[in-house]
């Protein structure tokens, strides 16, 4: 009766984000969730999940942590929010800011609050190109983003994914975003010769993109790309919105390619998804700049920049990740759970490719395994739909020719939960194989 009431003013009132309306009016939610706990979320009826996305890519350190919910009452009990503006400032942001200048790379040390991975984006994107005119480049403008990439859906943002889907629902991309072959850092180079170093800003990527279907960059393609970025003066924007805080098995993926970008986006795993929270971190000498040059108030910030009960949660998530050595868990989690998928090639008819690094990883589906050759009608979608009935929430990608399911399970993943993801995801594959 619960469940039946629900569903009916869920369609009645509840636009969802990123999801067919139609289908919503049609069925209604398909899962309404009720309690979550480690990696599994249950229903109203009480059916049980592994979450093998970490919701979106984001409950790094598991659900139910009660220790974040207590720092949230604390915070909201003492002082629920307080401006940042105007020299004005609170002790749990100025702690966030000083512990992610210190635990991410290099000197990356000046950190803007924002409230998700959209604004982290758009806030790059104007602070970089104010950055230029306060050094008296003003003409350096237009961001390089590559194909297949996703990075919100602001206006900036949306402007700068690459994936064309996203394109077709706003009538007018912003301005000043080209885009470039994701795997070679030549089309980096043409770009620059045709559009002039001194129009581009910054590159901006995704060190291993997500949303798009999980591509690893080539062998040195970001090593190549960030001594272009040096020899042209144009930043290099690296968007960990989701490879962040330790989903690669690396508290972040450029380390992996030992690259410092001049600016870093965090969102997703600074809070675990507790509570809405991103930020913007820049190099030492770019935070310099801003102050020596930048004469007048930066016009930019969020009512939520610095929110203090969101940065007491994000601090609260950091302490947990580090001291329950939750990235070292995902490198060791995520190769066991690799390795048994890559097993499915031979267990299995329909299992091609398998990459992953940490617990972020794909698998394509494929008709052929030893070409690769995909079939006609997708199946990855029928895949997740079978893994789901059983118990294990997985995403699909059918951009391009693409048909690939992804992975990204809370960094709290035990042996146990590695078998069982396995063992559901295997007699799905398989049911799905026997109805071909
Ligand atoms: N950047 C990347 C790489 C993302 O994956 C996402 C979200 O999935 C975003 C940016 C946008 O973040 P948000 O949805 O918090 O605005």
């Not at 999940?49 to 949230?72: C, D, F, P």
């Not at 007699?427 to 109805?435: A, G, N, R, V, Y």
Request: charge should be negative; include cysteine.
């Amino acid at each position: 009766a619960l469940r039946q009431e629900l569903v009916e003013l869920d369609k009645k009132y509840f636009i969802h984000p990123t999801s067919s309306l139609q289908d919503q009016q049609e069925k209604g939610p398909s899962i309404i969730f009720d309690k979550a706990e480690g990696v599994h979320v249950y229903d109203l009826n009480g059916k049980k999940y592994i979450e093998g996305m970490a919701s979106l890519w984001n409950v790094n350190i598991g659900y139910g942590r009660k220790e974040l919910a207590e720092v949230a009452k604390e915070q909201m009990e003492k002082c629920a929010y307080v401006s940042s503006f105007t020299g004005f400032s609170n002790e749990p942001a100025i702690r966030l800011a000083a512990k992610v200048a210190e635990m991410t790379p290099g000197d990356l040390n000046g950190v803007f609050f924002t409230s998700g991975g959209s604004e982290s984006n758009d806030s790059a994107y104007k602070l970089v190109r104010h950055y230029w005119k306060v050094k008296g480049k003003p003409e350096k403008t237009k961001i390089i983003a590559r194909r297949r990439a996703y990075h919100g859906v602001a206006s900036g943002s949306t402007s700068a994914t690459g994936i064309e889907s996203f394109h077709e629902f706003t009538t007018s991309l912003a301005p000043g975003f080209v885009h470039i072959d994701p795997d070679d850092p030549e089309d980096f180079r043409r770009a620059i010769q045709e559009e002039g170093a001194d129009t581009i800003a910054a590159f901006l990527t995704e060190p291993i993109q997500g949303a798009g279907g999980v591509n690893f960059p080539k062998e040195g393609y970001l090593q190549e790309i960030r001594k272009i970025c040096d020899e042209h003066d144009i930043l290099f924007i690296a968007d960990e919105v989701i490879n962040g805080f330790g989903r690669t098995g690396k508290m972040f993926a450029c380390e992996h390619f030992g690259i410092v970008p001049d600016v870093l986006l965090l969102a997703k795993g600074i809070s675990s998804g507790y509570i809405q929270l991103g930020a913007v971190v820049v190099r030492e000498h770019i935070h310099q700049d801003l102050i020596k040059y930048s004469k007048g108030v930066l016009m930019h910030g969020f009512t939520y920049s610095g929110h203090p009960t969101a940065c007491a949660v994000g601090l609260k998530n950091i302490e947990i990740l580090e001291s329950e050595n939750m990235v070292e868990n995902s490198r060791v989690m995520g190769e066991l759970l690799g390795s048994k998928l890559k097993e499915l090639q031979n267990e299995t008819d329909i299992v091609g490719e398998v990459r992953y690094l940490g617990l972020i990883g794909a698998i394509e589906i494929v008709k052929n395994q030893e070409t690769g050759e995909r079939f006609e009608e997708k199946l990855s979608g029928k895949v997740v739909a079978e893994a789901r009935e059983r118990g294990l929430i997985l995403r699909n990608v059918t951009y391009w020719e693409k048909d690939t399911i992804v992975y990204s399970p809370p960094l709290c993943m035990t042996e146990q939960d590695v078998n069982d993801f396995v063992s559901i995801l295997k007699e799905s594959i398989l049911d799905i194989q026997k109805s071909l």
